[in-house]
C-alpha cells in the first residue's frame, strides 16, 4: 500500500525556519517525481515545488524561490522541504504528493498527482 | 504563468442531479489538465488525468473533456459522497498552478 507520511510541521516565527518531511512507503520511491503543495486555511491548493526521481530537476514557485529547498535521499525513501525565512504567509498545510507521470510511445506525457499525504501544518506567527 | 480560473466558484446541487464544472486557462495547455476532489480536512484526491483520463479506481459518473484553454469536469448524478469542492490543474508547465476551486453543496 503506498504510504506517504509528512512531519515536521509546527508554530515557528517569522524569519524561522523548519525541515518537513515525507516518509514514503508501498512503492519504489526512487522511480518517482515528487512535489509539495501548501493549503492556506480556507484557501485553494497551491503547488511549491517539485523534485524529480534523481534530483536533476528541481522546481519552485516564485512565492518560495530563493527560500525554500527541495531535496529527497532516495536512500532513506524520504522527501523534504527545508523553509528559511518563513513568513506569515507561508502558514498553511503543506501536503507531499507523488507524481507518477510518464511519456507514452508517442512522445506524450502524461502526469498525475496520484496519491497524496495527510498533510502537515505550519504555522507562521510571533 | 499560465493561470487558472473555475466557474462557478459555488453550486448548491441535489442527489441525483448532474453537474459540470467549467475551467478556463490563461493561455493554451493541449490537454494537460488535471482534476482533483478534497473533502474537508482532507487530502486532495486524483480524479482525471490528461483532461479526459480516469484515475485508477474512480468511478466512471466523472468525466472530463476539453483542450486547449476550456475544459470541463462533469458529474453524471451526484452522491451524497460527491459533496466536496474541486479542482483543477494545469500541467502544460512550471509554475504548475490550480484553479481556485468549485465548491459543490447540497441543495
Known amino acids: 500500500e503506498v504510504q506517504l507520511v509528512e512531519s515536521g510541521g509546527g508554530l515557528v516565527k517569522p524569519g524561522g525556519s523548519l525541515r518537513l518531511s515525507c516518509a514514503a512507503s508501498g512503492f519504489t520511491f526512487s522511480s518517482y517525481s515528487m512535489n509539495w503543495v501548501r493549503q492556506a486555511p480556507g484557501k485553494g491548493l497551491e503547488w511549491v515545488s517539485s523534485?524529480?526521481?534523481?534530483?536533476?530537476?528541481?522546481y519552485y514557485a516564485d512565492s518560495v524561490k530563493g527560500r525554500f529547498t527541495i531535496s529527497r535521499d532516495n536512500a532513506k525513501n524520504s522527501l523534504y522541504l527545508q523553509m528559511n525565512s518563513l513568513r506569515a504567509e507561508d502558514t498553511a498545510v503543506y501536503y507531499c504528493?507523488?507524481?507518477?507521470?510518464?511519456?507514452?510511445?508517442?512522445?506524450?506525457?502524461?502526469?498525475?498527482?496520484?496519491?497524496w499525504g495527510q498533510g502537515t501544518l505550519v504555522t507562521v506567527s510571533s | 504563468d499560465i493561470q487558472m480560473t473555475q466557474s462557478p466558484s459555488s453550486l448548491s446541487a441535489s442527489v441525483g442531479d448532474r453537474v459540470t464544472i467549467t475551467c478556463r486557462a490563461s493561455?493554451?495547455?493541449?490537454?494537460?489538465l488535471a482534476w482533483f476532489q478534497q473533502k474537508p480536512g482532507k487530502a486532495p484526491k486524483s480524479l482525471i488525468y490528461a483532461a479526459s483520463s480516469l484515475q485508477s479506481g474512480v468511478p466512471s459518473k466523472f468525466s472530463g473533456s476539453g483542450s486547449g484553454t476550456d475544459f470541463t469536469l462533469t458529474i453524471s448524478s451526484l452522491q451524497p459522497e460527491d459533496f466536496a469542492t474541486y479542482y483543477c490543474?494545469?500541467?502544460?508547465?512550471?509554475?504548475?498552478?490550480f484553479g481556485p476551486g468549485t465548491k459543490v453543496d447540497i441543495k
Open positions: 490543474q494545469q500541467y502544460n508547465s512550471y509554475p504548475r498552478t
Open positions: 504528493a507523488r507524481n507518477s507521470g510518464y511519456y507514452d510511445s508517442s512522445g506524450y506525457y502524461y502526469e498525475m498527482f496520484d496519491y
Open positions: 493561455q493554451g495547455i493541449s490537454n494537460y
Open positions: 523534485i524529480s526521481s534523481s534530483s536533476s530537476y528541481i
